[in-house]
């Protein structure tokens, strides 16, 4: 539909919601899509930016948001430029980039704005969980679903960047770079600068886990057999983690994977799925300042007593 109504003579394009996880091309899209309509000459006037985790209060809404939506523009415009056609369509863009992080007054407000000015002014919504937007404002656009970018397609672009930029790595390091980023192309691309930052041109023995922050998988590993022995071993685990710096959100976030993704015969779908409550109830302490090595080891001890039938 989005690009049907980009090729038209005169593109009409609705009010629009893209939802997806980071890294997958929301922001890109929508401004593509508004270069292939206005050109160089009218993305200034024509198109406004606004990251709404930074703006997120309701002044943000009346002020900035409707002082520009409600001004008019010309309906006639030179549409040849830099000897390409541009439509340029009679209305103006407004791109609310993370505005699940929008409070409820603000979305409520937002709700009236497009309703008023909805003839000069279309509206598209960015937020990563569409659950976080109010209903109101969910019924009033075309809502798209941006999913991770497929494994084959990442590492595709990230080995023509890599090229570009005269990098020497291996299809192995790339393959672990697609894993590391989990179909994140922003954070992908990220992790290569800094890959190039830390080790030069060549990136053949690149250290894309620990660049991103990841507890190596021989420490994950370690602290997830620990679960089949004892508290002391589960213990010693906890504590080489820890003790190397790196954080209890991390390792909770990596845990979930790798206990959903075991196909371990000795743990079974109910003691996952246990498992997975207690890692979802961590957050929480981790955010009011507890204690990392003694969520670690509540969390450890939980799954011990889990795997031996105690729980």
């Known amino acids: 539909m989005l690009k049907a109504q980009?090729?038209?003579?005169?593109?009409?394009?609705?009010?629009?919601l893209f939802h997806g996880p980071p890294g997958t091309g929301k922001?890109?899209?929508?401004?593509a899509a508004c270069r292939q309509m206005y050109g160089p000459k009218y993305m200034a006037t024509r198109v406004k930016e606004l990251n709404a985790s930074d703006d997120r209060?309701?002044?943000?809404?009346?002020?900035?948001?409707?002082t520009f939506a409600q001004a008019a523009v010309g309906s006639a415009p030179e549409q040849m430029q830099d000897g390409k056609f541009y439509p340029v369509p009679p209305y103006k863009i407004i791109i609310l980039d993370e505005a699940d992080a929008l409070s409820a007054e603000a979305q409520g407000c937002l709700r009236r704005v497009i309703e008023?000015?909805?003839?000069?002014?279309r509206f598209c919504i960015l937020c990563n969980y569409s659950s976080r937007i109010i209903e109101a404002l969910v019924s009033r656009c075309a809502k798209f679903r941006f999913t991770p970018i497929?494994?084959?397609?990442?590492?595709?672009?990230?080995?023509?960047?890599a090229e570009a930029e005269g990098l020497k790595v291996q299809d192995s390091g790339l393959q672990s770079l697609v894993e590391v980023s989990g179909g994140?192309?922003?954070?992908?691309?990220?992790?290569?600068?800094?890959?190039?930052?830390?080790?030069?041109?060549?990136?053949?023995?690149?250290?894309?886990?620990?660049?991103?922050?990841?507890?190596?998988i021989d420490l994950l590993r370690m602290f997830f057999k620990s679960w089949w022995h004892d508290?002391?071993?589960?213990?010693r685990a906890a504590a080489a983690i820890v003790g190397q710096g790196f954080s209890a959100t991390q390792l909770v976030s990596q845990l979930v994977t790798l206990v959903v993704e075991e196909e371990t015969t000795s743990l079974s779908d109910a003691a996952k799925a246990n498992i997975l409550l207690k890692c979802s109830s961590t957050s929480k302490p981790l955010f009011d300042g507890a204690s990392e090595l003694l969520t670690i080891l509540d969390l450890g001890g939980y799954a011990i007593s889990v795997i031996s039938g105690v729980a």
Request: charged share 25%; proline share 4%; with cysteine.
């Open 6 to 16: 980009l090729e038209s003579e005169k593109p009409n394009l609705p009010h629009l």
């Open 150 to 161: 497929a494994k084959d397609q990442l590492q595709a672009r990230l080995r023509s960047v």
């Open 184 to 216: 994140d192309l922003r954070q992908a691309i990220q992790l290569l600068q800094g890959g190039q930052k830390a080790y030069g041109d060549d990136l053949r023995c690149a250290d894309w886990a620990g660049l991103a922050g990841k507890v190596p």
């Open 116 to 121: 008023d000015w909805s003839s000069v002014t």
């Open 57 to 66: 209060g309701i002044d943000v809404i009346r002020n900035k948001v409707k």
């Open 27 to 31: 922001t890109s899209t929508i401004l």
């Open 231 to 235: 508290f002391a071993s589960m213990q």
